[in-house]
């Protein structure tokens, strides 16, 4: 009965280190890096979308935003977050939309903890 035992357990921690050897050639190997988080979405956290810009909520009125620190700020209540402005600097729109987003503490799940900047 020993004999079935000790063969049973070799061939179980034979097959186990096997499959992890394939699990972990699988995770080594793998060609794409995942940027985190793998989506974006149009507006700020609770701010609403009206169909062309994001607008701004009322309990915001201290942002320091302008038309020159704000590509697509209309000058009253939105911004247009797919405006060509926030393409500047040789930097990705969202690498902007991230240092704007932080630097004006605007929570923007997607954009503000963005890893690929």
Do not use: H
Request: hydrophobic share 35%.
């Amino acid at each position: 009965m020993e004999s079935f035992y000790i063969i049973t357990l070799t061939i179980a921690v034979t097959i186990l280190i096997l499959i992890l050897t394939y699990i972990g050639i699988r995770m080594r190997n793998r060609a794409t890096k995942s940027v985190f988080p793998p989506q974006n979405y149009i507006c700020p956290d609770n701010w609403s979308y009206n169909g062309t810009a994001c607008v701004i909520p009322n309990n915001l009125n201290d942002l320091n935003i302008n038309s020159t620190n704000t590509p697509g700020y209309d000058g009253m209540s939105s911004i247009n977050f797919s405006d060509p402005g926030w393409r500047a600097n040789g930097k990705t729109a969202i690498c902007n939309q991230a240092a704007w987003a932080k630097r004006n503490k605007v929570n923007w799940d997607g954009v503000t903890n963005y890893s690929n900047c």
